[in-house]
């Protein structure tokens, strides 16, 4: 496999904003709100969002399942998880 077919697989698991259209509203929130914002943990999400941790956390599992954020540990404390949305342009 050369770089340029693993880049492009690489963009095709990436999803789009359709993908986010049939979601429920808070996972839409949640996309919004990483979009202005590049990378966040759970609880900055929930408190921007004002919504429930436990929503947060649905939503989130839903983005994920879709392709559409990308999450990875955080270096400064390794019990949470960073959250940056990976929608194409």
């Known amino acids: 496999m050369s770089a340029s077919e693993s880049i492009r697989q690489e963009a095709d698991d990436r999803g789009s904003w359709d993908d986010v ?5 808070s996972a839409k929130l949640v996309a919004k709100v990483l979009e202005y914002n590049d ?8 408190d921007e969002t004002l ?9 989130l599992n839903r983005l994920e399942e879709e392709n ?12 949470k998880r960073l959250y940056t949305l990976d929608i194409e342009s």
């Open 21 to 25: 259209r049939d979601l429920p509203p």
């Open 39 to 46: 990378t966040m943990t759970q609880q900055q999400i929930a």
């Open 51 to 59: 919504l429930p941790s436990r929503t947060v956390r649905y939503a």
């Open 68 to 79: 559409v954020i990308d999450s990875r540990f955080s270096f400064s404390d390794a019990r």
